[in-house]
């Protein structure tokens, strides 16, 4: 069995920044359009696959980075960046959220990471890992002397 690090507090930095957005939306301040932000994410499986899917609208393919390193986390990154033109404007309202993300998600021990496949399509990143057979233990006697 490997041994991995584990962040218990990537979700609770996720949230911490969810809240502070809320807490910065209902008080009055100068616009700042650069901040991080966390897209949603879906997850779910089947016999043969783990499936991720992202929500990154107004991110072009080509700010976006996916990677699975060595302890089995698969990290997605990247940033949504700013129209150049809105720097010389005014701004009377704005909701939509520019910066840098990252999200990543501790992979089970039964994934291929030779078999990953993604796609990118109207601002939804789509990502499917392969899962590897699952080895039986072979049983191996042991003469008693």
Same mark, same amino acid.
């Not at 490997?2 to 616009?31: A, C, G, H, Y």
């Not at 107004?58 to 089995?72: S, W």
């Not at 990118?120 to 890992?129: A, K, R, Y």
């Given at each position: 069995?490997?041994?991995?690090?584990?962040?218990?507090?990537?979700?609770?930095?996720?949230?911490?920044?969810?809240?502070?957005?809320?807490?910065?939306?209902?008080?009055?301040?100068?616009?700042?359009?650069?901040?991080?932000?966390?897209? !949603?994410?879906? @997850?779910?499986?089947?016999?043969?696959?783990?499936?991720?899917?992202?929500?990154?609208?107004?991110?072009?393919?080509?700010?976006?980075?996916?990677?699975?390193?060595?302890?089995?986390?698969?990290?997605?990154?990247?940033?949504?960046?700013?129209?150049?033109?809105?720097?010389?404007?005014?701004?009377?309202?704005?909701?939509?959220?520019?910066?840098?993300?990252?999200?990543?998600?501790?992979?089970?021990?039964?994934?291929? @990471?030779?078999? @990953? !496949?993604?796609?990118?399509?109207?601002?939804?990143?789509? @990502?499917?890992?392969? !899962?590897?057979?699952?080895?039986?233990? !072979?049983?191996?006697?042991?003469?008693?002397?």
């Amino acid at each position: 069995m490997k041994i991995r690090r584990f962040n218990p507090f990537w979700e609770i930095e996720n949230m911490l920044k969810s809240l502070s957005n809320i807490i910065d939306s209902t008080i009055e301040k100068q616009v700042d359009y650069r901040s991080d932000f966390t897209p !949603k994410a879906d @997850v779910w499986q089947d016999e043969t696959n783990y499936y991720f899917e992202f929500e990154l609208p107004g991110v072009r393919k080509e700010d976006v980075k996916l990677a699975i390193n060595d302890d089995n986390v698969l990290v997605v990154s990247g940033e949504k960046k700013i129209d150049p033109n809105i720097e010389n404007k005014t701004c009377c309202r704005s909701e939509r959220t520019y910066g840098h993300f990252h999200r990543a998600f501790q992979l089970p021990d039964d994934v291929n @990471v030779n078999k @990953v !496949k993604a796609k990118f399509e109207n601002g939804i990143l789509t @990502v499917s890992i392969a !899962k590897s057979e699952v080895k039986q233990p !072979k049983e191996k006697f042991v003469e008693i002397i």
